[in-house]
């Protein structure tokens, strides 16, 4: 069984700086894409970055340049470096690790860009 524990988040002013964290437990850390995703209030969750297990990452248009996704298959931790923040970044974000059978999903860590 995998497990997905998140930390990281938390209540940060515009133009701040946050890096969340997420350990993935089991064996197929390296051979799974990993990622973010984040849900706002009232909105649909949506991808935020995503790297495949053969280190091709992708970021959603919205943090391209601000946003930094990166994996560290020694410890099973992939983390989102996440800089010039704005009070739109403001959600719930999820790590997710997906397999070619199943997808996996953490309980979610809050971060509030706020002045």
């Known amino acids: 069984q995998v497990q997905l524990v998140e930390s990281g988040g938390g209540l940060v002013q515009p133009g701040g700086s946050l890096r969340l964290s997420c350990a993935a437990s089991g064996s197929i850390f390296s051979r799974s894409a990993m990622g973010w995703y984040r849900q706002a209030p009232g909105k649909e969750r949506e991808l935020v970055a995503v790297s495949t297990s053969s280190g091709i990452t992708t970021y959603a248009d919205s943090v391209k340049g601000r946003f930094t996704l990166s994996r560290d298959t020694a410890t099973n931790t992939v983390y989102l470096q996440m800089n010039s923040l704005k009070p739109e970044d403001t959600a719930v974000y999820y790590c997710?690790?997906?397999?070619?059978?199943?997808?996996?999903w953490g309980q979610g860590t809050q971060v509030t860009v706020s002045s």
């Open positions: 997710n690790l997906r397999t070619s059978i199943n997808t996996y």
